[in-house]
């Protein structure tokens, strides 16, 4: 059974910054594509970053350049490095792993809540 534990979440002020992590239990997790996803109150979830195991990286046109996924595989761990936060990046942050074919997601995190407010 594969669990993905998110940690790393807040609040902090516009213009601020945070690293979420989230650490995965299970083999082979160098194999998998990792990303991390997103959900405002009253929106819809959204892609917010992925990483493939090749270490190639996509994010949401709303935070290339500020934000940064990055991945540790012998920590198991993926990492969204936030910065220059604003208002609207304030969400329930959820971390995901595809299936091997990375077609679609097989394992969601719990969710960790970042909140960007003075």
């Known amino acids: 059974q594969v669990q993905l534990v998110e940690s790393g979440g807040g609040l902090v002020q516009p213009g601020g910054s945070l690293r979420l992590s989230c650490a995965a239990s299970?083999?082979?997790?160098?194999?998998?594509?990792m990303g991390w996803y997103r959900q405002a109150p009253g929106k819809q979830r959204e892609l917010v970053a992925e990483?493939?195991?090749?270490?190639?990286?996509n994010y949401a046109d709303s935070v290339k350049g500020r934000f940064t996924i990055s991945r540790d595989n012998a920590k198991k761990t993926v990492y969204l490095q936030m910065n220059s936060l604003k208002p609207e990046d304030t969400a329930v942050y959820y971390c995901?792993?595809?299936?091997?074919?990375?077609?679609?997601?097989?394992?969601w995190g719990q969710g960790t809540q970042v909140t960007v407010s003075s």
């Open positions: 990483i493939t195991s090749g270490g190639s990286t």
């Open positions: 995901t792993r595809k299936d091997l074919s990375s077609t679609s997601i097989d394992y």
């Open positions: 299970g083999i082979l997790f160098r194999r998998y594509a």
